[in-house]
C-alpha cells in the first residue's frame, strides 16, 4: 500500500470543464509537492507547500489551482485546460523540503484535455 | 545552475545481462544529495537510493549497485543479472542544500526482454 494515495487514476475533462485532482499522504510529512510529467520531458516541479504554506510555484499557468487545507491534503484545481496539458500529474510528500530527505510518489493521475 | 542528465533515452537488454544506467549532474554547491528512483508502468515513482555528496561510499543492495564519482559528477546505476521486473523507466536527481528543489533527469527506459 502506497503512503501517497492520488485520485482520480485517470481523467478526460474538456478544455471547458472544471475539475480537481486530488493527494492525500499518510507518512506524516510536511512537505507536499505537484510535479507535472509529459512525454519526452523530465519531471517538471509545479508547486511545493511547506507546512501548509505554499513556497514554490514554478511559473505555473493560473488555469492551474493548489489547494493544501492540510499537512496530509493536496488538491490541484483545474480549470480551462489546454490539449498540451494533457500528462501524468504526481504528488509527492517529503519529510521536510530540503536536504537529506527523500520524496515519496503516489501513482499519478493521467489527465486527458480533449 | 542545477542539471542532470541522463544521455541513455532507451537500453535493452536480455534477462540475466548487467546494466548500467548513467547519471551525470551538474551544480555549484558543496552540499547536495542524489537521488535514484524507479517508475514502473503504474506510474508511481519508487525510491530506491539517496547519496549525500560528502559521502563518495559506493553502495550494493541486492542486485542493485550505485558507484558515485565525485570527480566526474556522475552517480551511475548497475543491475546485475536483469529480470524482467526490472523493466521501467529510471530516473536520478539532484537537491541542493541552498534551494531544497528536486531536479529530475529525463529518464532513461529499461526493457528487460526474457
Known amino acids: 500500500e502506497t503512503g501517497v494515495t492520488q485520485t482520480p487514476r485517470h481523467l478526460v475533462m474538456g478544455m471547458t470543464n472544471k475539475k480537481s485532482l486530488k493527494c492525500e499522504q499518510h507518512l506524516g510529512h510536511n512537505a507536499m509537492y505537484w510535479y507535472k510529467q509529459s512525454a519526452k520531458k523530465p519531471l517538471e516541479l509545479m508547486f511545493v507547500?511547506?507546512?501548509?504554506?505554499?513556497?514554490e510555484n514554478n511559473s505555473v499557468p493560473s488555469r492551474f489551482s493548489p489547494e493544501c487545507p492540510n499537512s496530509s491534503h493536496l488538491f490541484l484545481h483545474l480549470h480551462t485546460l489546454q490539449p498540451e496539458d494533457s500528462a501524468l500529474y504526481l504528488c509527492a510528500s517529503s519529510r521536510l523540503t530540503g536536504g537529506a530527505t527523500e520524496a515519496f510518489f503516489g501513482q499519478g493521475t493521467r489527465l486527458t484535455v480533449v | 545552475a542545477q542539471k542532470v542528465t541522463q544521455a541513455q533515452t532507451e537500453i535493452s537488454v536480455v534477462e540475466k545481462e548487467d546494466v548500467t544506467l548513467d547519471c551525470v549532474y551538474e551544480?555549484?554547491?558543496?552540499?547536495?544529495?542524489l537521488f535514484w528512483y524507479k517508475q514502473p508502468p503504474s506510474g508511481e515513482l519508487v525510491f530506491l537510493i539517496r547519496r549525500n555528496s560528502f559521502d563518495e561510499q559506493n553502495e550494493i543492495s541486492g542486485r542493485y549497485s550505485w558507484n558515485f564519482q565525485k570527480s566526474t559528477s556522475s552517480f551511475n546505476f548497475t543491475i546485475t543479472a536483469s529480470q524482467v521486473v526490472d523493466s521501467a523507466v529510471y530516473f536520478c536527481?539532484?537537491?541542493?542544500?541552498?534551494?531544497?528543489?528536486?531536479?529530475f533527469g529525463q529518464g532513461t527506459t529499461l526493457q528487460v526482454k526474457p
Open positions: 507547500y511547506n507546512f501548509k504554506e505554499q513556497t
Open positions: 536527481a539532484l537537491r541542493s542544500s541552498n534551494t531544497g528543489k528536486l531536479i
Open positions: 551544480t555549484r554547491d558543496t552540499t547536495y544529495y
